[in-house]
């Protein structure tokens, strides 16, 4: 309350004065904003001024819940912890399977806190102040399936991880090392989130996602990668490489990766000279970003691609029959075979040194067009 009175009074008294002010002057034609004294409360440094944990809830009807805790009577499994300016992971209870620690102040996880949640299955600590995690806290959750770690402090991906772990999401931290054979036994992970970290392309090897047998999303966007990284599970379905510098594509690059249906290299500094020319015919692939780039054509694409975006790059010209990936000439455009035209719906070529109107040779080519930004 009387942190309250003492911001309030300079605020009253600015207002008095305004109000004296402005009554003085006899007609102001032009009222400007005058500055007012605003009191900005001071930016909390670290470690001493952290907000005070929140008090305790009401009691809960489960003896065991952490006090600091939500433990609804209807989810006995759940344990919610979540955005209370906690310091430290409390003490779970054994039938803890999902636990919800996300944006508090955690910097440290210790052992007793999981020693009795042997069956944790889901573990949400994003945005917390964690450096480092250890192998004994991680190796007792063995039947941990997500673990999400977003916006912590990491240097490093921690070098055991529960072989069950199905999703690992660690985007922004800071992380610029990959301990060799992390991944060597996760056959159960599908998604792997690595975006906004400080991985440059010395951290790679043949080997380093070795073992990810089932991964079908890797995002590795907004990190320091020149170039691509060097092997990639053929498992992958989905590929984020958007903000990198990455210059050029290996030739033959995703002849390895045949499940590939998403790939994303936007905010990158591909041109054709970095690209050879059958890079992106795969057919596997349905939706191709290339964006903010620095191509000067249309690369060849497969018949099969249904949304391109190739904005922001510096094309000035395109040639419906050289891009078209099908031959052009049997269309029979009363015939209702779609099965044989070009799959392309969605083109985005806005940004780029191009003027409309679109090219009738792009109409005729990608019969299914439905939307082109120019
Ligand atoms: C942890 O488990 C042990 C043994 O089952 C039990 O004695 C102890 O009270 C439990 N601790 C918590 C905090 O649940
Ligand atoms: C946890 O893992 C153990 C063996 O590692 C298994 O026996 C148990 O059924 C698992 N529990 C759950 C809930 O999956
Ligand atoms: C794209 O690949 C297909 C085979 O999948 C091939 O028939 C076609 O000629 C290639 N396109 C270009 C422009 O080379
Ligand atoms: C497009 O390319 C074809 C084949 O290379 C050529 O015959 C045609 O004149 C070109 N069209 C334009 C408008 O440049």
């Known amino acids: 309350m009387r942190a309250w009175i003492v911001l309030l009074l300079p605020f009253i008294l600015v207002l008095v004065i305004e109000v004296n002010a402005q009554r003085r002057r006899p007609k102001p034609t032009v009222v400007r904003p005058t500055k007012r004294p605003t009191p900005l409360p001071p930016e909390p440094a670290e470690p001493t001024d952290l907000p005070p944990p929140l008090p305790p809830g009401p009691p809960s009807v489960f003896p065991d819940c952490p006090r600091e805790c939500y433990c609804p009577a209807d989810f006995p499994t759940s344990i919610y912890c979540d955005s209370r300016n906690l310091r430290k992971v409390p003490i779970l209870p054994s039938r803890t399977r999902y636990v919800y620690l996300q944006n508090n102040f955690i910097n440290d996880l210790q052992e007793d806190s999981f020693k009795n949640a042997t069956e944790l299955q889901w573990i949400n600590l994003d945005n ?46 800071q992380i610029s090392k990959i301990p060799s054979g992390v991944f060597s036994k996760m056959d159960h992970l599908i998604l792997l989130d690595l975006h906004n970290n400080k991985l440059s392309d ?28 060097p092997t990639v599970p053929e498992s992958v379905n989905q590929l984020f490489l958007d903000r990198n510098n990455i210059e050029d594509i290996p030739s033959g690059y995703f002849k390895e990766l045949p499940n590939l249906v998403f790939l994303r290299l936007n905010y990158n500094q591909l041109s054709e000279k970095g690209i050879p020319k059958n890079t992106f015919n795969i057919s596997s692939l349905l939706v191709l970003q290339l964006s903010h780039n620095k191509l000067s054509v249309v690369p060849p694409i497969n018949a099969n691609l249904e949304h391109l975006y190739l904005n922001d790059n510096i094309i000035e010209k395109i040639n419906g029959t050289e891009i078209c990936p099908l031959p052009f000439a049997p269309y029979d455009f009363s015939a209702s075979d779609f099965s044989s035209m070009p799959r392309l719906r969605y083109l985005r070529l806005d940004g780029n040194q191009l003027k409309p109107p679109i090219p009738l040779d792009v109409i005729m080519c990608f019969r299914l067009l439905q939307s082109v930004v120019i």
């Open 202 to 229: 010395g951290v790679f090897n043949k080997n380093t996602f070795k073992g990810l047998k089932n991964l079908i999303q890797l995002n590795l966007a907004h990190n320091i990668l020149r170039k691509m990284p």
């Open 128 to 173: 917390n102040k964690i450096k480092k995690i250890e192998k004994k806290i991680l190796e007792k959750l063995d039947n941990l399936t997500y673990l999400y770690m977003e916006k912590n402090q990491l240097k490093e991906i921690p070098s055991y991880l529960p072989p069950k772990l199905e999703q690992l999401r660690l985007s922004r931290n």
